[in-house]
């Protein structure tokens, strides 16, 4: 992928509830989750190290600051976001005004949560 290019991304529902970010980044990376779970070496929750080392090893840049958001036009063309839904911490995607969310689909918005970060990403040349 080089920058510029569209991505196509293709909605991947969470095989556990315990497989959102390995959701996220199949849907961003163009894997299939039992690839990233193998990567990973993980079927369980994921942290921020595992997610940014991921995204890192398949090419992708990803910011290292947590960026608070509040409305949807505030996110960049790529990111990933972490939210506090009311069942627990969640990892979900953004891109181009879509919100691709391992857990409840793909939406015009936010899923519901109290607290929003992101983080952005983008690919190299």
Same mark, same amino acid.
């Given at each position: 992928?080089?920058?510029?290019? &569209? ?15 390995? &959701?996220?980044? &199949? ?86 949560? &109290? ?11």
């Amino acid at each position: 992928m080089k920058r510029g290019e &569209a991505l196509n991304i293709y909605f991947i529902h969470e095989p556990t509830d315990l497989q959102c970010g390995q &959701a996220v980044l &199949a849907m961003v990376l163009g894997k299939s989750v039992e690839e990233i779970i193998r990567f990973l070496d993980n079927d369980r929750e994921t942290t921020l190290k595992e997610m940014k080392t991921a995204l890192r090893y398949y090419g992708a840049e990803i910011s290292d600051k947590r960026c608070e958001v509040k409305h949807k036009e505030e996110l960049p063309e790529l990111c990933l976001l972490s939210l506090e839904t009311p069942r627990c911490w969640h990892w979900s995607l953004y891109y181009n005004g879509t919100f691709y969310d391992p857990e409840h689909g793909v939406l015009n918005d936010f899923p519901e949560s &109290a607290r929003r970060y992101f983080w952005e990403i983008r690919f190299g040349e």
